[in-house]
């Protein structure tokens, strides 16, 4: 099965600049917009609070990246089970 990735960030003035982070999570296979979303890091975040961007930018989550799916591992956030 294959897992689209969206990446998000935080808002500016959301959090702190340095945690303005590119994190990773996947689109719901219903594409219903979740009430909360947790990123494959496990933070969450409610609506309103992310940006997503049309292309890369951004330091990365490296815990994102680590935790999220490779070409043959296609696994939601524990939150979005
Ligand atoms: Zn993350």
């Known amino acids: 099965m294959t897992v689209r990735l969206i990446i998000a ?10 945690r303005r982070v590119a994190h990773l999570f996947p689109v719901r296979p219903d594409h219903a917009p979740p009430d909360r979303m947790t990123v ?3 933070e969450m975040f409610g609506p309103g609070v992310l940006e997503l961007p049309d292309r890369p930018t951004g330091m990365p989550c490296v815990s994102c990246l680590r ?5 043959d591992d ?8």
């Open 9 to 18: 960030r935080p808002l500016p003035g959301t959090v702190g600049e340095t």
């Open 67 to 71: 935790h999220s799916p490779g070409p």
């Open 40 to 42: 494959y890091c496990g």
């Open 74 to 81: 296609a696994q939601l956030p524990a939150g979005e089970r």
